[in-house]
């Protein structure tokens, strides 16, 4: 059973090829790690596979139907949601609010009812509200739900970005560099809370990360990109000792 | 249970003060308390309180620049006189008409131009307004550039009042919705909300005919009132004056649309002697709220019922 299969995934800008005959596969409830020296083309992964840009070739199926080129919000509705790099939060909304609005795909009233305050409208409200005010808990923001999103400190940022793309109750959680800016305490403390959710909501967890120890500690399997090709695959241990990744991050040996 | 029946208290509380206001108008009108300038002013009032609430849903909670607002209303003001004095039919239909030819106008222009974004949008959309303006004057069973005279005086208060309630409601109650929240979505951050699930392109429709609609209210209003429409009406400068009132009411505020509107209604009036410094006064208002508040009067923020509980200083 596999959840997710990209099969040669190619995407290019002007002449850099960004991606290149990119194959990789998931299978449900694993937590996978991709990583690479900056510039490989993580980011691009994540952004074909989420429907940002549309590839120039290849297929990427998930549970079984093809949403290459798929419209992001359409990709999202079938259970695939993410987080950004550069922390990308309705900002002059509050954190409640930030958090509703990723449910709105699952809205349980009607646009008419709406207009007319008909009972459904309050009683989804306020089903929406508890849904929401939840993952406000796990994520332990729920004392904050009030603040603007913008004013909240930078860990806690990166906090709601995931609660908030847990609202939209995904099969496949896609973190773009989660502990960027994190001190080693918040890193330990994110790492048990990816564990945590993981485990609650049956997800499968695909992250891009840069702090090695996040990556070795959590991390069933590692992809490991290079110009924008995979150039190894394998368990955390294989990845430590591979050569072609040493020499990827850190230069040939000379000799 | 107990907050439940605070809720009802108090809605039927604001229900009074609504029909409280209406009734106390209606009394001025009929007694005579009221001469006929006052009113224009009125009329002009409530007229711009519907233009700027639904420009606001557009430009302040969508978050589409749109320049074309004085077209969608010709749109509505045509279509009702084409009703009302050419076919005969009551005004009912004139006003159903306006809408819904205001918000098919509001479709068909939104469609290919809300791909564009913040001033190509405002440059597509001032073209739209303007192509809507030429197409009228260039149609003789409206009477081209001479446009229409002699249109029956039907836009009573009651009629007006209510309208001018009913667009206050709707947008109020879309915008605290999950489907306003939708639409602000768009305005934060678009990329973020199509990846979180909401279809942008389908919001930025929706908020685009919902305001072209109550454009078209407007515009049937206003026909029905001032006697005479041209298509020189409904040229760019009233979207500029609309614009101007959103702005000053603070973009994302529909208490700012209105306090603005009411402002800018009194202060059209009372200038009413010296048109000719009347834009300048605009020009410097504006100037003075962006560099004291560029967020406009009221931000984005919305003078509530919270907002008053505060201020009285009472329970909670």
Request: hydrophobic share 50%; proline share 3%.
């Amino acid at each position: 059973m596999i959840l997710l299969e990209i099969k040669k995934l190619n995407k290019s800008f002007g002449g850099l090829s960004a991606v290149l005959d990119f194959d990789f596969y998931l299978k449900p409830k694993e937590l996978v790690g991709l990583i690479g020296p900056n510039g490989a083309g993580k980011t691009t992964v994540f952004n074909l596979i989420t429907g940002v840009y549309k590839p120039d070739s290849g297929s990427i199926i998930f549970n079984g139907r093809e949403i290459a080129g798929l419209a992001p919000y359409n990709i999202c509705a079938r259970g695939i949601a993410r987080t950004f790099q550069n922390i990308r939060l309705f900002n002059d909304l509050t954190v409640l609010d930030n958090v509703k609005i990723a449910a709105h795909k699952n809205v349980p009233y009607g646009f008419l009812s709406t207009i007319f305050r008909t009972p459904g409208f309050f009683s989804g409200e306020k089903q929406i509200e508890q849904d929401a005010l939840r993952f406000l808990e796990i994520f332990k923001l729920e004392n904050k739900k009030h603040e603007l999103a913008k004013n909240l400190p930078y860990g806690e940022q990166r906090r709601l970005e995931i609660a908030r793309a847990m609202a939209t109750q995904p099969t496949l959680l896609i973190l773009d560099e989660p502990a960027a800016g994190m001190n080693p305490q918040e890193t330990r403390e994110l790492m048990m809370l990816i564990e945590q959710i993981r485990e609650e909501f049956n997800l499968t967890i695909l992250l891009i990360e840069h702090d090695m120890s996040l990556v070795m500690g959590v991390c069933e399997r590692i992809y490991v990109l290079d110009y924008g090709q995979i150039i190894a695959e394998g368990l955390p241990e294989e990845i430590r000792n591979n050569k072609e990744v040493i020499e990827a991050y850190l230069g040939e040996e000379v000799v | 249970m107990q907050e439940s029946k605070h809720k009802w208290i108090r809605f039927c509380g604001e229900v009074l003060i609504l029909v409280a206001l209406f009734t106390a108008v209606q009394y001025a009108i009929t007694a005579g308390l009221l001469n006929m300038y006052y009113q224009i002013n009125l009329t002009s009032m409530c007229i711009n309180i519907i233009l700027a609430v639904s420009l606001n849903l557009i430009n302040g909670f969508t978050g589409q620049l749109s320049l074309g607002h004085a077209g969608f209303m010709a749109v509505g003001a045509y279509s009702a006189v084409i009703m009302t004095q050419f076919l005969g039919q009551p005004f009912a239909i004139g006003i159903i008409a306006a809408c819904v030819a205001a918000a098919i106008a509001g479709f068909i222009i939104g469609v290919p131009t809300l791909r564009l974004k913040g001033d190509y949008l405002a440059i597509a959309t001032l073209a739209f307004g303007e192509i809507i303006r030429v197409v009228l004057m260039n149609i003789d069973y409206v009477n081209g550039p001479a446009g229409v005279v002699g249109i029956s005086k039907l836009t009573t208060w009651p009629v007006l009042y209510w309208s001018m309630i009913i667009t206050i409601l709707v947008v109020v109650n879309l915008i605290n919705s999950s489907y306003g929240r939708a639409i602000v979505s768009v305005r934060e951050d678009e990329v973020a909300a199509e990846l979180m699930g909401i279809n942008t392109t389908r919001y930025k429709v929706i908020a685009f005919v919902i305001g072209a609609m109550f454009a078209g209210l407007a515009g049937a209003l206003y026909a029905h009132f001032f006697y005479i429409i041209k298509p020189e009406t409904f040229n760019f400068l009233k979207s500029f004056d609309i614009l101007v009132m959103v702005v000053l009411g603070g973009l994302g505020s529909t208490t700012g649309a209105i306090i603005a509107a009411i402002f800018i209604t009194a202060l059209t009036a009372a200038l009413q002697s010296f048109p000719a410094i009347r834009m300048i006064l605009y020009a410097l208002i504006l100037i003075i709220v962006m560099i004291y508040r560029p967020q406009g009067l009221m931000g984005n923020k919305e003078f509530s019922r919270e907002t008053f509980n505060r201020i009285w200083g009472g329970r909670k």
